[in-house]
């Protein structure tokens, strides 16, 4: 049986938690905790170093609670999902009635790729729904800006509040729908510039043969690697389920590379695409997941012109 | 220069396309020279009637000598592989017998140039030349032996002629973005997989199988692969009922072996 505010609730109970403060966000946060552990479900942290430091030393020693070490979970929506199901089974699988888990997307996350984080937001509603979870996802009020707050209200469905009430949001949207709109995706400063490469309808091999070409000067040999994997799939993609013509365009620079693919196509049709593998269901799933864990931002974007997948190897948010 | 090439000093085993087969034939005259310079006894294998490139070649004063003094041969394709399916075993016996004798007459080995276009033309004889070809390769490792096979690109689908050049070490660029051929412990793979040829691949690992149990792939010169020809490699292990090991330094490679589940393929460092 699970307690607390999810008794009762079939699948997953996933709560945004506004806060302003230390105490706020501690008023919510220990009696989630507490009652998790009280009621034997398996009760984690996931938070950021700061507030990590922060309820670690509000509980008492050998609280029952588990900090998750951070481990570069949060560096990519789609390995965040990989990797929360595989720790959501085993404790499913284990007997757990209910698993509460309290985390935080890192600040990297609110700038420039904060799209894939709000699909990520949304997504989990549907990929973690198979598991008797309950999450709270902490948002500072006096950092996180308005626009992503919004996205927040929009993914989950209910709100955790200081004095103990779980409000539904008004603004709720289901992950259908959400995930089908067009995200407003920002310009990589890069991309003011004339692209280094330009190809149209490329071979994956040209377009490969490309990023070799410029990317060797600005990233890693391995993050190279990752990037040809990533365009080799993107490219394919627009080749096998886009509408001609295809563009592929390079920026590099500022310790980044940029790289656009675009198609007159739609886009994929699964809501999912990129987020959850979709072997044989969805044309082009499987590739557009690999794709979404071999960069460090894939942004989707729908336009009267087709359909654009912009892939960045490299900090996103660095300027020039 | 090949690994093949660097291991054993001699040039190996290699797939040319051609438009016209008056380029080939020369391309081959070359490379038979270049073997009778060496030491080795040639054969050239053609489609047309023998008389008539024995007439083209006597104008060749070297040719010529080598054709009287019997280092040299031109024979038919009739002649060297029957008029039906190959027989490999018996094909490679007779191989053998050839290699012996120019050694035993005093030459350094042995190396043909065959066009061998009208072999692979039904689809029937085109599968047990395949799988010829990958045989061949195998035998001429430890053998003093080389070989060019030609194929005429007006004559045969570009798609049939990378499923035979991709089961040589060296190929003529754009026959095939990748090679899997013989290695000392197992098969040798380089080039680029991905979507464009990834049912090639399939069909190569069919045509290079050689029975059960584990399959040692070196890749050092892999330049790229992706998802689906590593599922390619954990089906085909499947089928061995046993692991395929991929060597190369390739670092997506067993991040995605890892991402997919691919438990039959183990990705070790090149070496």
């Known amino acids: 049986m699970r307690t607390g505010a999810a008794a009762g609730h079939p699948g997953y109970y996933h709560e945004a938690l506004l806060y302003d403060s230390d105490d706020e966000l501690l008023a919510v946060v220990l009696p989630f905790l507490r009652d998790g552990v009280a009621a034997g479900e398996p009760s984690m942290v996931s938070l950021g170093e700061r507030n990590t430091a922060l309820v670690r030393s509000a509980l008492p020693a050998g609280s029952g609670v588990t900090f998750l070490d951070g481990g570069g979970v949060y560096a990519r929506p789609t390995a965040a999902i990989r990797s929360y199901r595989r720790l959501l089974a085993d404790h499913a699988a284990a007997g757990a009635a209910q698993i509460r888990i309290v985390g935080e997307l890192p600040p990297v996350a609110f700038g420039r790729s904060w799209d894939w984080w709000a699909r990520y937001e949304s997504a989990i509603n549907h990929a973690y729904d198979e598991f008797p979870l309950w999450s709270m996802c902490p948002y500072d009020t006096r950092t996180t800006p308005p626009e992503i707050l919004a996205d927040v209200a929009r993914t989950h469905p209910r709100t955790a509040t200081a004095d103990g009430r779980h409000l539904p949001n008004e603004a709720y949207t289901e992950p259908e729908t959400y995930l089908r709109e ?29 990023v070799h070409a410029v990317a060797t000067a600005h990233l890693t040999a391995d993050e190279v690697e990752d990037l040809s994997v990533a365009v080799s799939e993107a490219v394919t993609n627009a080749l096998r389920h886009g509408l001609p013509p295809v563009r592929f365009r390079l920026w590099a620079g500022g310790g980044r590379v940029v790289v656009t693919v675009s198609d007159a196509g739609k886009g994929p049709s699964d809501p999912y695409a990129g987020l959850l593998p979709a072997p044989g269901a969805t044309p082009g799933g499987l590739g557009l997941w690999i794709t979404h864990q071999s960069c460090d931002h894939v942004a989707m974007q729908r336009g009267p012109d087709g359909f654009t997948l912009r892939l960045t190897t490299g900090d996103p948010n660095l300027a020039g | 220069m090949t690994s093949a090439e660097r291991a054993s000093g001699r040039p190996g085993h290699a797939c040319w396309s051609y438009d016209d087969p008056a380029i080939f034939e020369a391309r081959a005259r070359a490379f038979l020279l270049a073997g009778l310079t060496a030491g080795d006894r040639v054969s050239y294998v053609s489609p047309e009637p023998v008389p008539v490139v024995v007439e083209r070649w006597n104008s060749t004063p070297r040719l010529r000598e080598a054709l009287h003094s019997r280092a040299a041969e031109i024979v038919s394709v009739e002649q060297m592989y029957g008029d039906g399916v190959l027989a490999h075993d018996a094909q490679l016996d007779s191989y053998a017998t050839t290699i012996a004798a120019a050694l035993a007459d005093g030459y350094a080995g042995w190396r043909i140039a065959a066009d061998a276009t009208c072999l692979v033309r039904d689809p029937q004889r085109r599968e047990a030349f395949a799988r010829y070809e990958h045989l061949v390769d195998r035998f001429m490792r430890t053998r003093p032996m080389s070989a060019v096979c030609g194929y005429d690109r007006s004559r045969l689908d570009e798609r049939v002629i990378e499923e035979l050049a991709c089961l040589h070490p060296t190929s003529d660029p754009g026959t095939s973005l990748f090679h899997l051929h013989a290695g000392d412990d197992g098969l040798v793979l380089d080039g680029e997989l991905d979507t464009s040829n990834q049912d090639v691949f399939a069909t190569a690992l069919r045509h290079t199988d050689s029975g059960s149990g584990d399959l040692v792939v070196r890749a050092a010169d892999l330049r790229f692969i992706d998802y689906r020809s590593l599922v390619h490699l954990h089906r085909h292990a499947e089928s061995r009922h046993g692991d395929v090991v991929l060597h190369t330094d390739l670092a997506p490679a067993s991040r995605l072996v890892a991402l997919l589940g691919l438990t039959r393929v183990r990705v070790e460092a090149a070496g």
């Open chain 1, 182 to 210: 067009p995200r407003p995706v920002p310009p990589d400063p890069l991309q003011r510039g004339a692209a280094l490469v330009e190809l149209g309808d490329p071979t994956p091999a040209q377009a490969r043969a490309a």
